[in-house]
């Protein structure tokens, strides 16, 4: 089996100071193509560090993902760094210099003197096309470990992945077949809930039930080799069906998104107006092309009955022309309340918030999970209210015409 590992480097990332986002990335994208990560580990702007790294990991992986560390500065040190491991020379290469100061040029500047920085690699390297920044990326082999250098800037760092590190991977190791992964998203259960219900189930050989708990969606995943589809289809269906009316969406792609391509394929606009969320509704919405005619944060805390809420959201329905409104009231007393005017009638619900240790933007975060809920059950033709474990029904009202 290849072992692929990734390196991430820079003071900033190892002391917490950005999310990692490029790992995540990188270690899912190699996951569907059949080489998951087998190690993935993190070091700061230090030569010497980097230096004992870079031989540590080579003498472990067959594949280096190094990330970060090929800018002007002086704490970008990944291509000295490279150098020094290998027991080389930095060379200058002439084609990236002139690379970068039509790059420049073409966006009406004049290359510093520091970018000079970004052409020099190890002399046995390999360069590697970045087309959509300044700094070249480079494989380098050192103790049969084969290194690829990437730039740090996640739109780099992703181009070079899939058009340069992948096609040399294929091209240079027979590839296993990608994995089968399966994947819905919940609203509503407790992660111990669901493995409770799920991991009694007897899988096919080679398969794994995995839980991602990200606040306040839980995604269950199944993953196993494509070999096993027929007997992983049938598994599915049965924790499909295990969680039920429980279920936002399966696959990828995210509620928002699949509200708002409901609503275009029904022609259906949006008036929404929003207390506790303060916007979040709407940016997600719009954020996915919704069909959102109106928008309004109030900052009053005038609506305080559910029969207000409906009442409010009606008016600015019919002010506004449009097919439905999404209301999301105060929070007062651990409790939420959301309304839905549709043509056939409009729904309210009031619900008391359980968990006690959610700051603000959990429970911000899961107001606006509550409303996209409710439309996308009366999209789909559902009852328009759910059953959640940590939160407890109040009240509910409609549909009133």
């Not at 309210?348 to 899961?366: C, F, L, W």
């Not at 107001?367 to 439309?375: E, F, R």
């Amino acid at each position: 089996m290849l072992m692929v590992e990734m390196l991430s480097t820079g003071d900033e990332v190892l002391h917490g100071q950005i999310i990692d986002t490029n790992a995540a990335w990188l270690a899912d994208c190699f996951f569907q193509q059949g080489i998951p990560l087998s190690s993935r580990s993190t070091v700061g702007d230090d030569l010497d560090s980097l230096v004992q790294k870079l031989l540590e990991r080579s003498h472990c992986a067959d594949v280096l993902i190094v990330n970060g560390g090929l800018g002007p500065t002086s704490d970008d040190l990944s291509a000295l760094a490279a150098a020094t491991a290998a027991g080389e020379q930095l060379i200058e290469h002439p084609e990236w210099i002139a690379y970068m100061e039509s790059y420049f040029a073409a966006r009406g500047r004049q290359m510093s003197v520091t970018n000079r920085k970004q052409a020099m690699i190890p002399e046995s390297a390999e360069l590697i096309d970045n087309p959509v920044g300044t700094a070249c990326g480079f494989s380098v082999v050192i103790n049969d470990c084969l290194m690829f250098f990437t730039p740090g800037v996640p739109s780099e760092f992703k181009v070079m992945v899939n058009d340069q590190i992948l096609p040399r991977l294929r091209q240079r190791y027979t590839l296993p077949e990608s994995p089968l992964c399966l994947r819905l998203t919940s609203f509503g259960r407790t992660e111990s809930s669901l493995a409770q219900q799920f991991d009694v189930l007897a899988l096919p050989e080679g398969c794994v039930m995995g839980y991602r708990s990200s606040m306040p969606i839980i995604e269950l995943k199944l993953t196993g080799p494509a070999s096993q589809r027929e007997e992983m289809l049938k598994n599915w269906q049965i924790i499909k069906q295990g969680v039920g009316g429980n279920m936002l969406y399966e696959g990828t792609e995210g509620l928002p998104a699949i509200v708002s391509q409901a609503l275009n394929e029904k022609g259906l606009t949006l008036s929404l107006s929003e207390q506790f969320s303060a916007g979040l509704l709407s940016w997600n919405l719009l954020s996915a092309n919704a069909p959102v005619s109106e928008s309004v944060v109030r900052s009053d805390n005038s609506l305080q009955t559910l029969n207000q809420l409906i009442a409010d959201m009606q008016q600015r329905v019919a002010e506004q022309g449009t097919s439905l409104g999404i209301a999301i009231g105060d929070y007062n007393q651990s409790c939420l309340s959301l309304a839905l005017v549709t043509p056939e009638g409009s729904y309210a619900h009031r619900v008391r918030y359980m968990p006690r240790h959610h700051d603000t933007k959990i429970q911000q975060d899961v107001s606006v999970m509550l409303a996209l809920d409710m439309l996308s059950r009366w999209l789909n033709h559902r009852d328009v209210f759910g059953s959640y474990e940590w939160l407890e029904t109040v009240e509910t009202s409609g549909p009133q015409s």
